[in-house]
Each structure stands twice: as C-alpha cells, then as structure tokens.
C-alpha cells in the first residue's frame, strides 16, 4: 500500500449531498461529494465536526472519510456553499 499525504490547502468549490436531521448530532451528515472534476467521493465515516467563526460568519468543517482518504470539507453558513479544504491520507 502506498500513501500520499496532501497537506496543501484546496478551498475547491463542491457540490454535496448530505442530510438534515434533528436526530443526528450537529443536523447535518454529508453523504457524498463531487468535485469540479466530476470525481465522486462517498462518505463512509464522519468523524469531528466543528464551526470556525471569521467574525460574524460561521464556516461549519466536517473531517470525513471514504475509507481510502481523509477530507476536511466545510458548509460557509452565510453563503450555504460547501468547499474541499484538504485531502490526505490517501491508500492505494
């Protein structure tokens, strides 16, 4: 197995499914992600969520898996656009 490990910052624009749920911590799981390249990534695992506040907006960051690579994506709470920040820990 190799590993590559991308440390860069993306900040790509993506499109995401995700759910909207009262009975999911947080009301919101992202269940698949697709890039400006049309790649599809599926999210086998959400792991920590937190907001990030740049004054008066919220950017609300998701750590999730496809169980091949580690994604940091975030949902701008002002604009509702969601982007890919990071990609690491790839396996193949």
């Known amino acids: 197995m190799n590993q590559t490990s991308y440390q860069t910052p993306i900040h790509e624009l993506i499109d995401v499914d995700a759910t909207f749920s009262r009975d999911i911590l947080g009301h919101c ?3 698949a992600f697709r890039t400006k390249t049309g790649r599809e ?3 086998t695992e ?3 969520v937190h ?3 740049n004054g008066l907006k919220t950017i609300f960051a998701f750590d999730v898996t ?3 690579a580690d994604y ?3 949902l701008d709470g002002e604009t ?3 982007y ?3 990609e690491g820990d790839r396996y193949e």
């Open 72 to 74: 940091r994506i975030t």
């Open 29 to 31: 799981r992202p269940i």
């Open 84 to 86: 890919l920040e990071f």
């Open 80 to 82: 509702l656009c969601w």
């Open 66 to 68: 496809d169980g091949l």
């Open 51 to 53: 907001p990030r506040y």
């Open 41 to 43: 990534v599926i999210v």
């Open 46 to 48: 959400v792991g920590l």
